[in-house]
């Protein structure tokens, strides 16, 4: 079991940045590929990026590729995305995931461990 907890996340003008957190619980953190997504009011959850175990291998969705960067401490059980460059369009609950299989998985359902979320608003 890996519980999961956000933060970070708060009220931005475009063009800023913001760090977000995720808290792992559990001894085991190191083992699992790691995933930020988000979800905008009225929208399905969608990938923005994805962590390998080791933190060696990353991927993100094109629209935030140059501008968020993710990355994990597993001495720490915390994996981080770094988000510049912020806009309007980036406004989502932005939550972490776990997935205790490994590669370039960007679907929701194969993600075993969720957090919370956590709100990012973007404003013009």
């Known amino acids: 079991q890996v519980q999961l907890v956000e933060s970070g996340g708060g009220l931005v003008q475009a063009g800023g940045s913001l760090r977000l957190s995720c808290a792992a619980s559990?001894?085991?953190?190191?083992?699992?590929?790691m995933g930020w997504f988000r979800q905008a009011p009225g929208k399905e959850r969608v990938f923005v990026a994805r962590?390998?175990?080791?933190?060696?291998?990353?991927y993100y969705t094109h629209s935030v590729k140059g501008r968020f960067t993710i990355s994990r401490d597993n001495a720490k059980n915390t994996v981080y995305l770094q988000m510049n460059s912020l806009k309007p369009e980036d406004t989502a609950v932005y939550y972490c995931?776990?997935?205790?299989?490994?590669?370039?998985?960007?679907?929701?359902?194969?993600?075993?461990?969720w957090g919370q979320g956590t709100q990012v608003t973007v404003s013009s």
């Open positions: 995931a776990a997935d205790d299989a490994h590669g370039p998985r960007t679907i929701a359902s194969f993600y075993d461990y």
């Open positions: 962590i390998s175990s080791s933190g060696g291998s990353t």
């Open positions: 559990g001894r085991t953190f190191s083992r699992y590929d």
